[in-house]
């Protein structure tokens, strides 16, 4: 059974830069979209970017000066840095993956659906 | 930037039907997601592509679409399903999230 598991520090500093890592166990990181998505405490979730099965990064327009999306195939793991950090970047983060069924998957993404989850982790911004 | 708008809360009484809207621009053109979240847990996936059901989702869940408003159903409502529901739709290349509906099963 294919697991998520997000890592990496629970304090960030302002102004720093948050580094976590999601690593796929139990299944093979080719061929779906791998995902972001954060949960600020209380508040509803936002999408941060996700990685395609091409290889393709895409980002939330909203926080793409600041985000930055990489996979590393031969650990199984992709990772999240998001530069200058604010407390308004404390939340809950997600690492998803993108799954596709039905035909007509590889003609763009609007098939794709976010059917894993990780448990998340909480990364709390304060000095 | 496109959005998408759902109620912040819905009530309903154990046994009866909940429906859950989500409006957006051109929505019923679109593949719509639900997510269930429960306190302290991980959005769990219970519709994609508008109206397919995941395996283990039971079948008291359903969605449908129609112009710009995609809508999660909930037949005969049970205590456990009191959760926040989250609709989410693809513009182009990005993913959208409705702000959420929290479900109180009185």
């Known amino acids: 059974q294919v697991q998520l598991q997000e890592s990496g520090p629970g304090l960030v500093k302002p102004s720093e830069t948050l580094s976590l890592t999601c690593t796929v166990s139990g299944g093979s990181i080719s061929d779906y979209y791998w995902s972001w998505i954060r949960q600020p405490p209380g508040k509803g979730l936002e999408w941060i970017g996700y990685i395609s099965y091409s290889g393709s990064t895409y980002y939330n327009p909203s926080l793409k000066s600041r985000v930055t999306l990489s996979e590393d195939t031969s650990k199984s793991q992709f990772s999240l840095k998001l530069s200058s950090v604010t407390a308004a970047d404390t939340a809950v983060y997600y690492c998803?993956?993108?799954?596709?069924?039905?035909?007509?998957?590889?003609?763009?993404?609007?098939?794709?659906?976010?059917?894993?989850w990780g448990r998340g982790t909480l990364v709390t911004v304060s000095s | 930037s496109y959005e998408l708008t759902q109620p912040p809360s819905v009530s309903v009484s154990p046994g009866q039907t909940a429906s859950i809207n989500c409006s957006g621009d051109g929505l019923g053109d679109k593949y719509t997601s639900w997510f269930q979240q429960t306190p302290g847990q991980s959005p769990v996936l219970i519709i994609y592509r508008t109206i397919r059901r995941p395996s283990g989702i039971p079948e008291r869940f359903s969605g449908s679409s129609s112009g710009n408003t995609a809508t999660l159903t909930i037949s005969g409502t049970q205590a456990m399903d009191e959760a926040d529901y989250y609709c989410?739709?693809?513009?182009?290349?990005?993913?959208?999230f409705g702000g959420g509906t929290k479900l109180t099963v009185l």
């Open positions: 989410q739709a693809w513009d182009s290349v990005t993913v959208v």
């Open positions: 998803t993956r993108g799954s596709c069924s039905g035909g007509g998957c590889y003609s763009g993404p609007s098939k794709w659906y976010f059917a894993l």
